[in-house]
């Protein structure tokens, strides 16, 4: 579980999980999260507008990959 992460773990999840760029796939390769969970650790560690506008913007940019495939 991503409570169980040392506090460099969670950062370098954190910044991947924000950057626009980065799948959740890539993040489960590196430290075994899947996406369910990172998106628990962002929630606990964001503040709550901070997590939404993530959150909508993860949705926009996944919604978007799907047209391209």
């Known amino acids: 579980m991503p409570h169980d992460l040392p506090p460099a ?11 626009d760029h980065m799948p959740f796939a890539v993040i489960e390769a590196e430290f ?4 369910s969970e990172v998106k628990e650790l962002m929630r606990d ?5 901070s997590y939404r ?17």
């Open 9 to 19: 773990h969670k950062s370098a999840i954190i910044e991947m999980a924000l950057s």
């Open 32 to 35: 075994g999260l899947k996406e």
């Open 45 to 49: 560690n964001l503040k709550p507008g």
């Open 53 to 69: 506008a993530w959150r909508k913007r993860v949705r926009t940019f996944s919604d978007r990959r799907e047209h391209y495939k």
